[in-house]
């Protein structure tokens, strides 16, 4: 079976403010999905920012979009934004 390499995870002060003030039930989905990335920091749902690959944005889930820098074994969460339906003005519907 082949080792594939599993990449750090580690955060800014700011993504780690955000992510620590997540409610458990985000926190949790928010902790799958950065194991999942962690895998495949380059997947094909993320998109390069900037002007080379290892600067990326990808939506982790539906309410949480990430942006991100792998280097070295490493992904580093930069900017977590964190979207609340609660505060839409016009849900869709």
């Not at 580690?10 to 902790?31: N, V």
């Not at 942006?67 to 979207?83: D, N």
Request: no cysteine; glycine share 6%.
């Amino acid at each position: 079976m082949a080792h594939q390499e599993i990449y750090e995870v580690l955060f800014t002060e700011s993504a780690g403010r955000d992510r620590d003030r997540l409610d458990p039930a985000r926190r949790a989905s928010l902790d799958k999905a950065l194991e999942i990335l962690a895998r495949d920091p380059y997947t094909e749902l993320s998109r390069p920012i900037g002007a080379g690959e290892q600067d990326r944005e990808i939506r982790l889930t539906s309410q949480i979009v990430a942006e991100y820098m792998v280097s070295r074994g490493r992904l580093l969460l930069v900017v977590l934004r964190v979207f609340d339906d609660a505060d839409i003005l016009l849900p869709e519907g």
